[in-house]
T-cell receptor, first 113, second 112 residues
Framework: DAGVIQSPRHEVTEMGQEVTLRCKPI?????LFWYRQTMMRGLELLIY????????DSGMPEDRFSAKMPNASFSTLKIQPSEPRDSAVYFC???????????FGPGTRLLVL | TQLLEQSPQFLSIQEGENLTVYCNSS?????LQWYRQEPGEGPVLLVT?????EVKKLKRLTFQFGDARKDSSLHITAAQPGDTGLYLC????????????FGSGTKLNVKP
């Protein structure tokens, strides 16, 4: 298996622009997680899905952030409009079962200027 | 304030030395995990501990879960440069077992 795939690996954008991050989970996994990692706050859970349905989005910072999972093999995290404080590494992870081992993707390094 | 506090934040040692890193909380955890993250990559799960007092060994790594399930430690014997990375603990609490919290991590550098 190719593991969790994320794209793009790096994104540089200007404040106010829309940013879309993409994730392909491991085939057969029924849970998908979006995390954000910064030096100040460490690794934070933003939202997670079970069978494509959002279960807990309490970690989403504000309305500028939205996430979708239209099917079992694809998810997006969108920031609109982006702000410099959104600069971070965003990880997607998937697991089989909520307590199953989470496999992380390589992350998307986002820089908002 | 982090739910899980890790110490030390940074550790730089010579190859062959032993070290221990700690993960502490005032909350009780139903389970606790340790991950290692290398630069430019996502975290990789090392171990899960679920029982108070549990000790697990993974080659040169020894993981311990506190009796009260509020803390954990990771001990590395005879560290090697390949052990270099960010070590993260993560857990789910008893009152919100569906949510996973990560500590801020310990950045370990093992010099050859």
């Amino acid at each position: 298996d190719a593991g969790v795939i994320q794209s793009p690996r790096h994104e540089v954008t200007e404040m106010g622009q829309e940013v879309t991050l993409r994730c392909k989970p491991i085939s057969g996994h029924d849970y998908l997680f979006w995390y954000r990692q910064t030096m100040m706050r460490g690794l934070e859970l933003l939202i997670y899905f079970n069978n494509n349905v959002p279960i807990d989005d309490s970690g989403m910072p504000e309305d500028r952030f939205s996430a979708k999972m239209p099917n079992a093999s694809f998810s997006t995290l969108k920031i609109q409009p982006s702000e410099p404080r959104d600069s971070a590494v965003y990880f997607c992870a998937s697991s089989q079962g909520l307590k199953g081992t989470q496999y992380f993707g390589p992350g998307t390094r986002l820089l908002v200027l | 304030t982090q739910l899980l506090e890790q110490s030390p934040q940074f550790l730089s040692i010579q190859e062959g030395e032993n070290l221990t890193v700690y993960c502490n909380s005032s909350s009780v955890f139903s389970s606790l995990q340790w991950y290692r993250q290398e630069p430019g990559e996502g975290p990789v799960l090392l171990v899960t501990v679920v029982t108070g007092g549990e000790v697990k060994k993974l080659k040169r790594l020894t993981f311990q879960f506190g009796d009260a399930r509020k803390d954990s430690s990771l001990h590395i014997t005879a560290a090697q440069p390949g052990d270099t990375g960010l070590y993260l603990c993560a857990g789910s609490t008893l009152y919100n077992f569906n949510k996973f919290y990560f500590g801020s991590g310990t950045k370990l550098n093992v010099k050859p």
